[in-house]
């Protein structure tokens, strides 16, 4: 990241729209210099000004997709998105092109010795993943996708007399009033009841699509592709299934646990689907700093944590790289978006003043934070950042480390928080589970109908999630939750990543306890690394258990059941 004094304010970076002939311009003149040069310092600098090229290229799309998600109502920015979106197929496809040639080049072996095979794992794996030949399926693809974000950013919730968009509803669904949570689900039920129509066509599309560009590729499901976009380096789906096992095992009895706790604690009869968010009697603990505090509170944690004063986080929002609050017209959610070419991470989330906003702070912050410690890891920006798994240990090992510090967030409720984050970091295993199983079930068999979708959905939520009772909400009841996880339609199997890396996560937790000075060791090591190896080579080389080891997930069930005097 640029020192402090000299970096950019975030609202001074202007946009303009990336040229496609440019680049394309610059893929055909280092395609000619890899095929003809013989020595590799020539084939070098080839590729880092295709390199600079590239960065530049992903920065505005970067760039557009943030202004966008600032004011979704900004039609200007909208129509850069769709751009971008097409844009995006050509540009992979092109990206191919000099990763083909570079393959084959005559200075292969040098290239290699020098900089790492890293980048030639990903040069092979994008060459097997995009052509020419789907280019528009590609960009139907993106549309789609774009289609659906735009919808849920667009949300207009009536309750209570107010009209509010998707995260402005939550602190509702968590209510410690009962009837409030009951009317606040009816509402949300409501909407998606709706829409269902339109998320069963989109989704419907996005199968067929995704299915068609994987049979072009000679593969023979999108489940294949899937795992080969993913990057998927060094374990298989046979790996996943076992852990999805393991997880049904260890974990899924917890929850069973922790649910029964739930519902002796409210003295229900039962326990519907509108109270799970409720953890505790008296209510979820909440911030008791306001969120217009949060930046400079964020700051201040991880300063202490990190030992240095200003923290990274300060840095940025000192200039306008956080963007932390909900409201209207801003898209929902949270993430972390790198703009290559400024070296500058831009953390995005809407805090609602739930306990939730805590977690997204540092797990974005996390992502942020690793993204600075590697930026110079590799002239390469495609090894900058890690596989997607690893990236989000970054992210959620930050929710743990932050532990001793959430006084500063929660006062005397900070504990009561701690609690709360570990019993939601347990629930969410099976969950990611389900999603993940629910992915394989439904690109495995592309031509089930939206109905029957639904049916596998249901029928996951019995082996996952056995606990869950739904009365007359018939959105939910009919199997249509799955239509609510954005990351279902727009990253298909993703979020399986996000269990891996919680049980990682919870190994560096156990480690802090004993000892946080070695735990953080670990954990900047691990960030320092940024693409340069496989997930499992990380892990190996940090001290770090591999999430399929069965043991390692008994263990860490065992631990956190201490934690929270199960």
């Known amino acids: 990241m640029t020192e402090s004094k000299m970096m950019p304010d975030f609202g001074k970076i202007v946009y303009q729209r990336p040229s496609i002939e440019k680049f ?10 890899l095929m003809s040069a013989r020595d590799p310092e020539v084939a070098a600098a080839a590729l880092f000004e295709y390199e600079k090229e590239l960065a530049s290229f992903d920065t ?13 109502s900004d039609q200007y920015y909208a129509d850069e998105v769709a751009f971008c979106d097409e844009a995006g197929a050509t540009v992979s496809d092109l990206c191919s092109a000099v990763y083909s040639v570079l393959l084959s080049s005559p200075c292969a072996e040098e290239l290699k010795e020098k900089y790492g095979d890293m980048i030639f794992r990903k040069a092979q794996n994008l060459k097997e993943t995009v052509s020419s030949e789907v280019i528009d399926d590609l960009v139907e693809e993106s549309n789609l996708e774009t289609e659906y974000v735009q ?3 667009e949300a207009e919730i009536k309750f209570d007399g107010k009209t509010l968009n998707l995260s402005m509803l939550s602190p509702y669904l968590e209510s410690l009033d009962r009837n409030t949570r009951i009317r606040a689900h009816k509402a949300l039920d409501d909407y998606y009841m709706s829409k269902k129509e339109t998320f069963d066509e989109i989704f419907d599309k996005m199968v067929k699509v995704r299915t068609k560009i994987a049979l072009k590729l000679g593969y023979k499901s999108f489940t294949e592709l899937g795992y080969k976009r993913m990057e998927r380096y060094d374990y298989t789906r046979e790996d996943i299934d076992s852990f999805r096992e393991s997880i049904l095992k260890y974990i899924v009895p917890i929850t069973k646990k922790i649910r029964e706790l739930q519902k002796e604690r409210f003295g229900y009869e039962q326990l519907m689907f509108y109270d799970l968010p409720c953890i505790f009697k008296h209510g979820n603990p909440v911030p008791s700093v306001s969120m217009n505090d949060y930046r400079k509170v964020s700051g201040d944690v991880f300063a202490e944590v990190l030992g240095a004063k200003p923290s990274f986080f300060d840095v940025l929002s000192d200039h306008g790289f956080t963007d932390l609050i909900s409201r209207k017209a801003k898209s929902t959610g949270g993430y972390c978006m790198y703009l290559e070419e400024y070296a500058i991470p831009f953390i995005f989330m809407n805090a609602n003043g739930t306990a939730d906003d805590v977690a997204t702070i540092v797990h974005e912050g996390g992502h942020a934070y690793a993204a600075i410690k590697s930026a110079e890891v590799s002239p390469f920006v495609e090894c900058l950042s890690p596989t997607l798994e690893t990236c989000e240990i970054h992210s959620t090992s930050m929710e743990f480390l932050t532990y001793p510090y959430m006084e500063r967030f929660y006062g005397e409720n900070a504990q009561a928080y701690r609690e709360l984050h570990m019993t939601q970091a347990l629930l969410f295993l099976p969950y990611g589970c389900m999603v993940d199983e629910f992915q394989h079930i439904i690109y495995d068999d592309p031509d089930l109908t939206p109905e029957q979708r639904h049916e596998v959905w249901k029928s ?17 009841s009919m199997g249509g939750a799955w239509m609510k996880k954005d990351h279902i339609f727009t990253t298909p199997f993703y979020y399986i990543d996000y269990c891996l890396a919680h049980i990682c996560s919870l190994e560096l937790w156990d480690e802090s306890l004993i000892d946080y000075k070695s735990a953080l060791i670990k954990y900047n090591q691990l960030c320092e690394c940024g693409g340069t190896e496989t997930f499992l080579k990380i892990l190996e080389g940090v001290g770090l258990a591999s999430p399929f080891d069965v043991d390692t997930i008994k263990r860490l069930a065992f631990r956190t059941c201490d934690f929270l005097e199960l």
Request: glycine share 0%; aromatic share 10%; hydrophobic share 35%.
């Open 60 to 72: 505005m799309v970067a760039l557009a997709n943030i202004l966008h998600d600032l004011d979704t």
């Open 24 to 33: 394309k311009e610059c893929v055909q003149s280092t395609r000619l210099k």
């Open 151 to 153: 919808i849920q950013s």
């Open 460 to 476: 996951l939520e019995e082996k996952y999630q056995p606990f869950i009772r739904y009365d007359d909400h018939p959105f939910h």
